[in-house]
C-alpha cells in the first residue's frame, strides 16, 4: 500500500541525523504538507485532504523520539 511504501521512504530519509533532528525540532507541532495546487490525499490545504504526508511524519517523530530517549537511557546508565 502506499502509506507504508511511503513509511518506509520516510525511515530511510530520516536516518540521516540532519533530517532526524530537524523533524525533532518541530517538537508536538501538528505538520501538514502544504500543496502547490489543490490538496489531495497526501496534503492539506483548507481543511481539505487526506494530510497522509503530516501524519506519517509527526507519527515518525514520535518514532524517533522513542529511540533517542532510548539511547539517553543508555548512555546515561553506562556513565554512571
Known amino acids: 500500500d502506499k502509506k507504508n511504501g511511503m513509511m518506509l521512504a520516510l525511515r530511510e530519509k ?3 541525523a540532519k533530517y532526524a533532528n530537524l523533524l525533532l525540532s518541530t517538537k508536538n507541532a ?3 504538507e502544504k500543496p502547490m495546487r489543490k490538496a489531495n490525499a497526501w496534503s492539506f490545504k483548507n481543511g481539505d485532504g ?3 504526508l ?3 511524519l509527526m507519527c515518525l517523530r514520535s518514532e524517533l ?3 533517542v530517549e532510548r ?3 543508555v548512555e ?3 556513565c554512571d
Open 14 to 16: 530520516f536516518k540521516c
Open 76 to 78: 546515561c546508565v553506562e
Open 54 to 56: 503530516g501524519k506519517l
Open 50 to 52: 487526506g494530510d497522509w
Open 65 to 67: 523520539a522513542l529511540h
Open 30 to 32: 501538528v505538520l501538514h
Open 71 to 73: 539511547i539517553e537511557r
